[in-house]
């Protein structure tokens, strides 16, 4: 069965950018679409943005300026980086298979903590 | 962006008992190929979401048929038919119809 796992930096300081790596095990990232939510205190699950696996991206508005999502079909991952982090990007962030169908399955979650 | 509204935000239920909650959408989830992107997922405390059921009614596999998805344009609701103790956690609505993709508040249940 299709495993996924974030990984990446757990703390990250203002102004710079958050990066983490989802690494897909039991299955290929080819066929699927991957996707990028995160889930804050005050503001509940967000949906960052989705990546089909040739390459075409798509981003929420909200964050659009900020992220970019790349795809790397040789490795079985898909990446996303944040610029510009504010504390409000403090967020447990996930990986998942999947888009407007939703996220099955999804990553365990990585925590980021945006601080100095 | 589409805004999700459910309700109650919390719901203490009894063992074996029924439970209902309702998700409301500000504009109607109909796609343009006739689809209604509702989804509706678990998470219990400490996990990530599970997904139970997508456009409306559909379970995934594994999920109890006492689960059970109902409704249309901007009405839903998810029933649970006889809750049992590992249904505690929270549940989430999620539209895929309009981009940005957006999931409501959140229905904590617990159990009295």
């Known amino acids: 069965q299709v495993q996924l796992q974030e990984s990446g930096p757990g703390l990250v300081k203002p102004s710079e950018t958050l990066s983490l790596t989802c690494t897909v095990s039991?299955?290929?990232?080819?066929?699927?679409?991957w996707s990028w939510i995160r889930q804050s205190p005050g503001k509940g699950l967000d949906w960052i943005g989705y990546i089909h696996y040739t390459g075409s991206t798509n981003y929420n508005p909200s964050l659009n300026s900020r992220v970019t999502i790349s795809i790397d079909t040789s490795k079985n991952q898909f990446s996303l980086k944040v610029r510009s982090v504010t504390a409000a990007d403090t967020a447990v962030y996930y990986c998942?298979?999947?888009?407007?169908?939703?996220?099955?399955?999804w990553g365990q979650g990585t925590l980021v903590t945006v601080s100095s | 962006d589409v805004v999700m509204t459910q309700s109650p935000l919390s719901l203490p239920v009894t063992l074996g008992q029924p439970a209902s909650i309702s998700c409301r959408s500000s504009?109607?989830?109909?796609?343009?190929?006739?689809?209604?992107?509702l989804n509706w997922f678990h998470q219990r405390p400490g996990q990530s979401p599970r997904r139970l059921i997508y456009v409306i009614s559909t379970r995934d596999s594994g999920v109890p048929d006492r689960f059970s998805g109902s409704g249309s344009g901007t009405d839903f609701t998810l029933r649970i038919s006889r809750v049992e103790a590992e249904d505690v956690g929270v549940y989430y609505c999620m539209q895929g119809t309009h981009w940005p993709w957006t999931f409501g508040q959140g229905t904590k249940v617990e159990i009295k």
């Open positions: 504009q109607s989830l109909v796609y343009s190929n006739g689809n209604t992107y």
């Open positions: 039991g299955g290929s990232v080819s066929g699927y679409y």
């Open positions: 998942g298979r999947g888009e407007r169908l939703g996220i099955d399955p």
